[in-house]
Nanobody
């Protein structure tokens, strides 16, 4: 069974850094593309960063140059390093993948990131 568990969220001042981690089980992070989304209060969930099976990465324009997505094939985790955080980065961050015969969506429970000004 596919399971994604996020960790690493917290409260940080603007300009600070946080590192989120997504621990995956039931899939291989070397095979499945893994995505980080976020959802701020009153806003739609938005795609923040992705890493493909080939290791290609993509970022939302709002986080380019500040966030870095990476994976650890041994630990089967996908991390999101967030630097130069801004108050507008405040959101619940979710890990996501598609897996199985039908490409079903799987989500973690989310981790809260709060950036104070």
């Amino acid at each position: 069974q596919v399971q994604l568990v996020e960790s690493g969220g917290g409260l940080v001042q603007a300009g600070g850094s946080l590192r989120l981690s997504c621990a995956a089980s039931g899939i291989s992070v070397r095979v499945n593309a893994i995505h980080w989304y976020r959802q701020a209060p009153g806003k739609q969930r938005e795609l923040v960063a992705s890493i493909t099976s080939g290791g290609r990465t993509n970022y939302a324009d709002s986080v380019k140059g500040r966030f870095t997505i990476s994976r650890d094939n041994v630990k089967t985790t996908v991390d999101l390093q967030m630097n130069s955080l801004k108050p507008e980065d405040t959101a619940v961050y979710y890990c996501n993948t598609k897996a199985g015969q039908w490409g079903s969506d799987y989500w973690g429970q989310g981790t809260q990131v709060t950036v104070s000004s």
